[in-house]
């Protein structure tokens, strides 16, 4: 029986119609120090995963990159000062994978609700978006340039060698890094980017990571973006003042 137009986009809001075809690559970057916090993200993720979705954790401070279940260790600083430098090696890696979307997540966050997550993401191809994210900042609305010159580099995580004013790059907007989807239309644009200025080298106090690739990718006319599932996603770290974005209850 053909499904009538009306009830098509009811049905694929309700993840009825979702296209379980779209290969997503879940890549959760932690640390060493941070293996704790992976016990957390595994209670929250469901026993059986959707189809074509893959789970990883990305570390760094390996000779090289080496592969041990859902475990990714990449030859890259392990510290948090040139985080960058992690997060480029994991996009240069799922770049050359069988994937349709990379969803990089950081190892302090909470999904509420992951197959309606998922379903998000998958909607994403239909939708031909290339990168979305879950909050978007506004620098003169939220007083972000302000936190990020004065006060980002303080970090008490951050060792004293490093800290300093934060001399990098300040859009008007830019999207959290605690979570943000890209396709491989967009990871090919910050990896030539990425390329050609060697920026991901860079320390904390001249490369803020999801400042720069928000930048990177608003600056490309080609890229299409989207802000999707901001209320089923907490982030235990985000200075955002909403009650719904911190982690209070856990």
């Given at each position: 029986?053909k499904i009538?137009?009306?009830?098509?986009?009811?049905?694929?809001?309700?993840?009825?119609l979702e296209?379980?075809?779209?290969k997503i690559?879940?890549?959760?970057?932690?640390?060493?120090a941070?293996?704790n916090?992976?016990?957390?993200?595994?209670?929250?993720?469901p026993?059986t995963?959707?189809?074509n979705?893959?789970?990883?954790?990305i570390?760094?401070?390996?000779?090289?990159?080496?592969?041990e279940?859902?475990?990714?260790?990449?030859?890259?600083?392990?510290?948090?000062?040139?985080?960058?430098?992690k997060?480029y090696?994991c996009?240069k890696?799922?770049y050359?994978?069988?994937i349709?979307?990379?969803?990089?997540?950081?190892?302090?966050?909470h999904?509420?609700?992951f197959?309606?997550?998922?379903?998000?993401?998958?909607?994403?191809?239909?939708?031909q978006i290339?990168c979305?994210f879950n909050?978007?900042l506004?620098?003169?609305?939220?007083n972000?340039?302000?936190?990020?010159?004065?006060?980002?580099?303080?970090?008490k995580?951050?060792?004293?060698?490093y800290?300093?004013?934060?001399?990098?790059?300040?859009?008007?907007?830019?999207?959290?890094?605690?979570?943000?989807?890209?396709?491989?239309?967009?990871?090919k644009?910050?990896?030539?980017?990425?390329?050609?200025?060697?920026?991901?080298?860079k320390?904390?106090?001249?490369v803020c990571?999801?400042?720069?690739?928000?930048?990177?990718?608003?600056?490309?006319d080609s890229?299409?973006?989207?802000q999707?599932?901001?209320q089923?996603?907490?982030?235990?770290?985000?200075?955002?003042?909403?009650?719904?974005?911190?982690?209070?209850?856990?």
């Amino acid at each position: 029986m053909k499904i009538p137009k009306k009830y098509k986009k009811r049905l694929k809001e309700d993840g009825i119609l979702e296209d379980d075809t779209v290969k997503i690559a879940v890549a959760i970057l932690t640390c060493e120090a941070h293996r704790n916090r992976n016990d957390f993200i595994l209670k929250w993720l469901p026993d059986t995963l959707p189809k074509n979705v893959e789970i990883f954790f990305i570390y760094g401070g390996s000779k090289k990159t080496t592969i041990e279940g859902n475990n990714i260790h990449f030859n890259c600083s392990e510290s948090y000062e040139f985080f960058t430098e992690k997060v480029y090696s994991c996009i240069k890696h799922f770049y050359h994978q069988d994937i349709d979307y990379l969803v990089k997540l950081d190892n302090d966050i909470h999904i509420l609700n992951f197959n309606k997550f998922i379903k998000s993401v998958r909607n994403l191809k239909s939708e031909q978006i290339d990168c979305a994210f879950n909050i978007l900042l506004h620098a003169k609305r939220d007083n972000y340039k302000r936190f990020l010159r004065e006060n980002f580099a303080y970090k008490k995580e951050i060792p004293k060698e490093y800290r300093g004013k934060y001399k990098g790059v300040l859009p008007d907007k830019w999207f959290g890094g605690h979570c943000y989807i890209l396709n491989k239309k967009a990871m090919k644009v910050l990896l030539d980017r990425f390329n050609s200025t060697l920026e991901y080298l860079k320390p904390i106090t001249e490369v803020c990571e999801d400042v720069l690739i928000s930048h990177v990718l608003f600056s490309e006319d080609s890229i299409k973006s989207k802000q999707i599932e901001r209320q089923n996603v907490w982030h235990k770290s985000c200075p955002c003042k909403e009650d719904w974005c911190i982690l209070k209850k856990l």
